[in-house]
């Protein structure tokens, strides 16, 4: 992934606009928490509310599906 500049968000926004007619959009954000097995010497780090140990995905993409930005585990 390259650095996002000003320009690349005007033409991602101007993709948004034309193909989704979404103005004045610059990414479409989703995030998921994915199950896992508890990490060995974890602690409560992984540990959710519903009583299982998650791991969330998280991402933004521009116009195209193409990723801008991934973030795992925070």
């Given at each position: 992934m390259s650095f996002v500049t000003e320009n690349?968000?005007?033409e991602i926004a101007d993709e948004f606009e034309?193909?989704?007619?979404?103005p004045n959009c610059v990414g479409a954000i989703d995030g998921?928490?994915?199950r896992i097995r508890c990490p060995q010497s974890s602690g409560s780090q992984f540990y959710k509310y519903k009583s299982c140990f998650y791991v969330h995905l998280h991402?933004?993409?521009?116009?195209?599906y193409k990723?801008?930005?991934?973030?795992?585990?925070?």
């Amino acid at each position: 992934m390259s650095f996002v500049t000003e320009n690349m968000l005007q033409e991602i926004a101007d993709e948004f606009e034309t193909q989704w007619n979404f103005p004045n959009c610059v990414g479409a954000i989703d995030g998921k928490h994915v199950r896992i097995r508890c990490p060995q010497s974890s602690g409560s780090q992984f540990y959710k509310y519903k009583s299982c140990f998650y791991v969330h995905l998280h991402a933004i993409v521009d116009a195209k599906y193409k990723f801008m930005t991934v973030d795992i585990g925070a």
